[in-house]
């Protein structure tokens, strides 16, 4: 009390006690915060009418005055800061655990789901499908699939000729062994010597058609299946050389029932499609003729040169609101390989199954790495083969060597392997 019996208030710095400061000071609102307030006692006495415990030094000399936000803040971390502790400590320890999965994913880039053993094996020999005996893959087909077609083509005054023919025979090894696929399996190419060369176990029928004038008009192949495949096929499974199957196949052709077109949806990404265009199931309708001759109809602009790849075109139609037969396959079936391994580290941390794995141009471009992962593809590959089994990569070295030996230049005696080396070579 003042004189005369006035009431006044006491600054900070005129106070002696621990009376609460005004919040006229510059430095008292950032404390507001951190003031306590002490209740009478039960007692019946009363202790300090008010206190308050300061908080950090570092948080008493920011003023509300242009930083009052940053003061809240900075006070609302202190106040939860055991809980910001443990969600730091538990987010680099997933950190960690997705740096292991991602280098264990490099190290064994396939993961395998493989039919039961009661599911007919490969016998290994000629032909599209022989020596495969009777198993529970015979029920699951049910009429769904005529066959699976890979097209392999050499392709004129291209910098990007022919296929990966090693990657491509290690496909068909494992459509039979992994997938159990027993039916039929037809290559559409000019390139069947090479191929024999590097794969002579894989069963499959070759089917040969004229070398393509450019990389699209080989593309367009796929969209012309049912006039080129023998036997008048009514379905068909086409995949491209650079998908392996590493899954048995039961459910994802129990989910092409009553599908007329289907395909993957695109990954998710800068410059992706809406769906996958290297993997295409499709039955001989009217509504599959009809999205197939839009589809080549856009993509045809300019004699195959608008477009660089053919799944712009497609999206072009999509956009128009044409091709209503085509449907999405079930994601869960697919595992992209990414060059950035994105796709292949999640998934794999959330224990994806997947049936099939796509090899996308992205991760076989990245030179050094990609031959280091191809060769563990294969040593994933060998308990699954026979003991003598000879790796295609292995058989493509061994060619090149004979050729350094007999002073050849390469492709100058078999052009067809070249195309392969050089497609496994430079992606």
Known sequence: WGRGGGRRRLSPRRSTGPLMPSCREASACSLLPFISHKHKRSDGLEGDAKRFTLPPEGLRRLSPRGRGVWARLLALAYRWRYLLASGLVVGALGSLQFLYVLAYAIQHPLRFFPCPETAPRAVLGPGPGAGLGPGPLDGALGGTLDGVVYICMGVEGSSRRGCDIPLLCNSLLLLRDTAGWPGAAYVITNLERGIRQLCPTAQFEAVDVPQSKNMMAMKNLKRGLFDIVPGRP??????????????????????????????????????????????????????????????????????????????????????????????????????????????????????????????????????????????????????????????????????????????????????????????????
Request: net charge negative.
């Open 234 to 427: 009514q379905s068909l499974l086409y995949i491209d050389g650079d998908i392996l199957p590493t899954g048995c196949m039961h459910g994802f052709l129990d989910e092409l029932q009553g599908k007329e077109l289907a395909m993957f949806e695109d990954a998710v990404c800068v410059g992706c499609n809406r769906f996958c265009a290297g993997f295409i199931f499709m039955r001989d309708t009217p509504g599959t003729r009809e999205c197939i001759r839009q589809w080549d109809e856009e993509l045809s602009q300019d004699g195959y040169k608008r477009y660089e790849k053919d799944q712009d075109a497609l999206d072009k139609v999509l956009e128009r609101g044409g091709c209503t037969a085509l449907e999405a396959v079930d994601w869960k079936y697919l595992q992209p390989m990414d060059k950035y391994f994105w796709y292949m580290t999640v998934d794999r941390f959330i224990g994806k199954r997947a049936s099939f794995q796509h090899f996308s141009h992205g991760i076989r471009g990245l030179g050094g790495l990609w031959v280091h992962m191809f060769k563990r593809i294969e040593l994933q590959m060998r308990p699954r083969m026979p003991l003598d089994w000879v790796t295609p990569s292995q058989r493509l070295e061994m060619h090149k060597l004979e050729l350094d030996a007999s002073g050849e230049e390469a492709g100058a005696s078999d052009p067809d392997m070249a195309n392969g080396a050089e497609m496994h070579r430079g992606q």
